[in-house]
């Protein structure tokens, strides 16, 4: 019999992208497994008319509300509102800038969207996202040298989603598959910038992934043999020795996050400097 689950509307207002919202908001929901939220993102509230809107459909469909509005005003009507329909809200930011200003002894700015600035940093994470798509999958190896980050290992091991992840942090990451047999690209080898790690899972997590792959297509591609635990096992060993070889780290994807795995290598880059 299947646990049954308790659905709760969960509204997520914020004057800008709504990002800390949602990862706050499903950070708390992912700690209640018997309840579900049903999410409601109102993103770009900047006026009263916009707000006006959205209480309105929180109206009909009371829950727990979460906000990020640096508007004072705004934000005094939302909680009168709220309190009026007996409704628990929270200012996400306010506590955290309570503690900034308490500790740093000046006010905040409070400037709507501040985060999403165009400063340097965005454009660090522009570039880094722009190599770190050019260079998947080993692709482009002479520009190794120019990653900060090159993640290697055999396949179904997540190097893609964490190199995105690590791009997305303004860290330029390149990954370079590992099959047996097929040596890894000199460029790589002789790199001197980049901090090289090594994934790798278990063979009944590999091969449960690859079971769910669809590869059908790709010539000469034998299903049995890229979901075969012995084989996997051996491409394992094959990845181990060669992480080995140039003391390269590994990090056991197998219960990890890909943000797990992602703070795991900002660490040990943190530790080469």
């Not at 009168?80 to 503690?99: F, H």
């Not at 394992?236 to 943000?259: F, G, M, Q």
């Amino acid at each position: 019999m299947e646990n049954r689950k308790n659905f709760f509307h969960l509204h997520l207002i914020s004057d800008s992208t709504g990002e800390t919202l949602i990862s706050a908001g499903r950070a708390a929901a992912a700690q209640f497994n018997a309840s579900v939220a049903i999410e409601h993102v109102y993103p770009l509230i900047r006026n009263k008319r916009q707000l006006t809107s959205v209480l309105e459909t929180i109206d009909q469909e009371p829950g727990i509300v979460l906000y990020t509005i640096v508007d004072r005003e705004l934000a005094e009507v939302l909680e009168a509102r709220c309190r009026d329909m007996a409704l628990p809200t929270v200012n996400v930011l306010e506590p955290v800038m309570a503690i900034f200003q308490t500790y740093l002894g000046a006010p905040s700015r409070r400037r709507v969207g501040a985060q999403h600035a165009l400063t340097a940093e965005y454009f660090a994470r522009i570039e880094a996202l722009n190599f770190t798509m050019d260079h998947d999958d080993g692709q482009l190896p002479g520009d190794y040298d120019e990653a900060d980050v090159v993640l290697v290992g055999i396949s179904r091991t997540s190097k893609t989603p964490t190199s995105i992840y690590l791009a997305n942090r303004g860290i330029k990451t390149a990954n370079v598959p590992i099959v047996c047999g097929v040596p890894l690209p000199e460029s790589l080898l002789s790199a001197t910038k980049p901090l090289v790690v090594g994934l790798i899972a278990t063979s009944d997590r590999i091969s449960q992934v690859r079971g769910n792959r669809e590869l059908g297509t790709t010539t000469g591609f034998d299903q049995r043999d890229y979901i075969d635990r012995a084989s996997i096992a051996e491409e394992l060993k094959y990845a181990r020795l060669l992480c080995a070889r140039h003391n390269w780290p590994l990090i056991d994807v197998t219960r990890r996050s890909i943000e797990e795995t992602a703070a795991a290598i900002v660490a040990l880059k943190v530790k080469q400097r």
